[in-house]
């Protein structure tokens, strides 16, 4: 439950910095962009992420953003270019950590967009661009709690959204990623071309949607309701030809049930995914994660050469299509907490638990 004594401001300043210099002295780059910490004893700024000694407590003074940081007469450090984070992913995580530490329910995107300190459009603009949000989406979103719940325990947006029941794959495909250094994505707008067979199944975690091509399998959906996976998967790959056809796929259904419910593969199935370049690295990375074992996002983020691509990483594993044969189950927060589940968090807990026995 919220608390429904209003906090003080001084309060929630020194809250504030308390997590500012958490994330500062952790080099925690899902801050990147949320705030800047500048050295008063070398007049240099730089993002929560930079690789630089840190600095002592009492010469170093927070930001909001580069901007305010220059107009103190700091410069931004030639290492971790603090003045180069794209300016919507500023405002995406600034209004994440408004989000955060807002105990206020009934916000909206005016008056976020007021707290955050931009004009509302920019806002809009803004996630739209990072998270693949109509301002629809995110009024919505905005309204509700679970969502704010989620991003209290720490998650990013793209998982607090997954985790809340918002997004698709289609609206949260790798976009302006340019500041990671990934490559445009290659993702075929759409499916389109495509030919999509689906079945559905019943497995003790719920109803099971495969859909495949004549290549092999493009999605594992897991749910209550089969109506809800179909709009999915139609949502999905919304100008590919989709029916529904029991026959030919039959195995690859059966091998998918038995993995889900907790057996070790029997063989290898064919994966026909539509993916960027950078969630292939990461999917594929996902599939070398042993059962009954986990990893953390910035292990995976690691392990694809790009330890800072973290939160790129918890969004490729939250639009993972095929859930258990690329095992997004396996992946958790540093903390060992289970972050977020595209499919539901109980099912995360169950395979995760079917596993380890
Ligand atoms: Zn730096």
Redesign the pocket.
């Known amino acids: 439950m919220m608390s429904s004594r209003p906090h003080s401001v001084e309060q929630t300043v020194s809250r504030q910095a308390a997590r500012y210099w958490q994330a500062t002295l952790a080099r925690d780059a899902r801050a990147d962009g949320a705030f800047f910490f500048g050295v008063t004893s070398t007049q ?1 700024y ?2 929560p992420s ?1 690789p ?1 000694r840190r600095p002592l407590r009492k010469n170093t003074r927070f930001f909001s953003t580069p901007r305010d940081a220059e107009r103190e007469g700091f410069r931004p ?1 030639q ?2 270019k ?1 003045n180069q984070i794209p300016e919507a992913v500023q405002i995406v995580q600034r209004a994440a950590q408004v989000l955060e530490m807002d105990t206020d329910d009934a916000v909206n995107v005016e008056t976020l967009a007021r707290k955050v300190g931009v004009p509302s459009d920019a806002l809009r603009r803004a996630f739209r661009q990072q998270a693949g949000l109509t301002p629809k989406d995110l009024s919505a979103a905005l309204r509700l709690k679970r969502f704010k719940k989620f991003l209290r325990e720490g998650s990013n947006i793209t998982d607090a959204l997954y985790a809340a029941g918002y997004g698709s794959a289609s609206r949260v495909y790798e976009r302006s990623d340019a500041h990671l250094g990934m490559t445009p994505a290659t993702y075929q707008k759409g499916g389109k071309g495509m030919k999509i067979r689906y079945t559905t199944a019943k497995s003790h975690l719920g109803e099971v949607l495969v859909a495949a091509t004549e290549r092999g399998v493009s999605a594992v959906y897991l749910g209550d309701a089969v109506r809800k996976l179909v709009s999915e998967l139609r949502a999905e790959y919304p100008l590919a030809e989709i029916a529904v056809e029991k026959g030919p796929y039959s195995k690859w259904v059966e091998e998918i049930v038995w993995r889900i419910e907790g057996s070790a593969p029997r063989h290898e199935l064919p994966l026909d995914l539509q993916a960027t370049a950078f969630q292939r690295r990461v999917w594929k990375q996902l599939q070398k994660i042993p059962r009954g074992t986990t990893r953390t996002y910035a292990q995976i983020a690691q392990a694809v050469g790009q330890p800072r691509a973290v939160r790129a990483v918890a969004r490729a594993c939250a639009t993972n299509p095929v859930s258990v044969l690329v095992p997004c189950h396996r992946v958790v927060r540093a903390n060992g907490n289970l972050a977020g589940y595209r499919w539901g968090l109980s099912r995360k807990e169950k395979l995760l638990e079917q596993e380890r026995a």
């Open positions: 240099v730089c993002r930079c630089a450090c290492r971790c603090p």
